[in-house]
């Protein structure tokens, strides 16, 4: 298993599926990469389309995704085979397929130059990657099952989620040490992106709560949301977090400050992750058992629309 | 080498031991990076309400379902229930989260696994009953779950394959069991 897997990528669909056009037409609108894990690719929706117009095949299972600083590449992991995909946004097609070993999870890029951090599932550990190489440069051991990261660049301290130890590591970026393990709720999974300078939302899929960290001194305070809460965003403009609450079936709005919830709408087959628009005003939300990622409206949190994308849709990123 | 060879019967005590040992060394493993899915659906020729009826009982699948020998509940219908089954390899708990009488709807998660008597780690179900019209309904049984053995180089029978074909069978044999005791054939 350790030979690359490039040649068996050959973008064979994609090509067939590439809209023809006039060549001076600007490439591509802003665009949301969705992994669908049972499907085995990554399904791409237009954004400004509100429609899935490619579908990127990978191989098999994969899990989390990132984007690199400049936009250019999406990093894919695939944790049951141990190997991390490069995809050229661009172009929209494999450019590699690397293993590097363990169960690679969720994975971040540093927007301060070409690096890559990825958590190992089965490893206890994120490792860091040379984002041109993917040579592996630096290991700092974690908590059990980590399976979220998110980076602070303001302050270079990464994030790890570790599941099983119901405890959030956090990782000095530029001396690449665990400097803390705070213990959160039960079973921590996704962060929200990590750009509220004050603190950072993870959710506690056991506990269903949203545990709030303090960057600063890392205090926790807890919200309660739905049944298994998984993916979570922070709404830009209101701070209010939005949360994808699998075993309840619904996408609720906390308020951090009154520590209310200010609304819920319900979806259909285990809504997974949240992404919200740079303007606030739409959330997308993969809707795992039915094969579909929910547009919603923010604004009065009625879903809008239904896109069709591939079989078991998890993470989600956009892409400029 | 001077002792003498373990007997193959030793041997293996040996080799399950550690398996054992090994496997309850890591309680943790609910849960692995790559969930599956499945799901079951039936008509049955009943009015909706008659059907939950049967199967709105969460600690009432022994009832109905040919493949649970017996069942201990506790806690009833309310969220926070649980309920051991007795499987033909062994036992699993069950624990209920959500109870939706009005929508004919329940969901619940395994709480305590064995693979033994059902090759998964961890699973959330849910089973809805609905109207299909003209005194009929639907049941949909789906689960989101792991297989048996998380690692990426999981035997056989603790593998993907396994774990599909496992929760799929004990779903559409329920379905049967139901319709059967529903319909009174």
Not at chain 1, 17 to 46: K, M, N, R, Y
Not at chain 2, 93 to 102: E, F, I, K, S
Not at chain 2, 139 to 168: H, K, Q
Request: include cysteine; aromatic fraction near 6%.
């Amino acid at each position: 298993m350790n030979e690359p897997l490039a040649v068996l990528l050959a973008p064979l669909l994609s090509a067939a599926l590439l809209l023809a056009g006039p060549a001076a037409t600007p490439l591509h609108a802003e665009s949301l990469f969705v992994v669908c894990q049972s499907g085995a690719e990554i399904s791409v929706i237009d954004l400004s389309a509100g429609a899935a117009a490619e579908r990127i095949p990978v191989p098999k299972a994969p899990a989390g995704i990132a984007v690199s600083p400049d936009g250019g590449t999406a990093y894919v992991t695939h944790p049951d085979a141990g190997l991390l995909t490069r995809i050229d946004t661009t172009t929209r097609q494999v450019v590699d397929t690397t293993f590097i070993g363990g169960q690679p999870f969720a994975v971040v890029a540093d927007p301060d130059g070409d690096t890559l951090y990825v958590s190992d599932w089965a490893g206890d550990a994120v490792h860091r990657l040379d984002g041109r190489t993917l040579a592996r440069t630096g290991t700092v051991g974690v908590g059990r099952a980590p399976a979220g990261l998110a980076l602070d660049a303001h302050r270079r301290r990464l994030y790890s989620a570790d599941r099983e130890s119901d405890a959030v590591s956090v990782i000095d970026i530029a001396r690449f040490s665990r400097i803390a393990s705070v213990p959160v709720g039960r079973a921590p999974y996704a962060f929200d992106v990590g750009n509220d300078p004050g603190f950072l939302a993870v959710a506690n899929v056991r506990s269903g709560d949203i545990a709030l960290i303090d960057k600063a001194d890392h205090a926790v305070s807890r919200l309660p949301a739905g049944r298994m809460p998984y993916g979570l965003a922070v709404v830009p403009g209101t701070g209010h977090i939005l949360v994808a609450n699998q075993q309840s079936g619904t996408v609720s709005l906390l308020d951090p400050k009154t520590r209310r919830e200010t609304g819920s709408v319900r979806l259909g087959g285990s809504p997974e992750s949240v992404v919200v628009s740079s303007d606030g005003q739409l959330a997308y939300v993969s809707e795992w058992f039915d094969d579909a990622v929910a547009v919603i409206d923010l604004d009065g949190l009625a879903v809008r629309a239904r896109i069709r994308v591939g079989q078991g849709p998890r993470t989600m990123a956009t892409v400029p | 080498m001077t002792s003498h060879l373990p007997t193959r019967r030793v041997a293996a005590a040996l080799l399950a031991g550690l398996v054992f040992g090994l496997l309850a060394a890591t309680p943790g493993v609910a849960h692995g990076p790559t969930p599956q899915k499945a799901e079951a659906r039936t008509q049955i020729a009943a009015p909706a309400d008659a059907v939950w009826k049967v199967v709105g009982a969460f600690g009432g699948i022994g009832s109905w379902h040919p493949m649970v020998k017996s069942v201990v509940a506790t806690g009833g219908d309310a969220a926070g229930a649980e309920r051991v089954l007795t499987l033909e390899k062994g036992e699993l708990t069950d624990g209920l989260d959500d109870y939706d009488a009005a929508g004919r709807s329940l969901s619940y998660r395994l709480s305590k696994e064995n693979v033994e008597a059902l090759p998964v780690s961890f699973y959330t179900a849910t089973l809805t009953v609905s109207d299909a019209g003209a005194g009929r309904s639907e049941v949909i049984w789906t689960a989101r779950f792991y297989r048996g053995d998380t690692s990426n180089f999981p035997p056989d029978e603790l593998n993907d394959e396994a774990a599909i074909a496992a929760m799929t069978g004990f779903f559409e044999t329920g379905l049967k069991g139901l319709k059967a005791k529903v319909e009174g054939k």
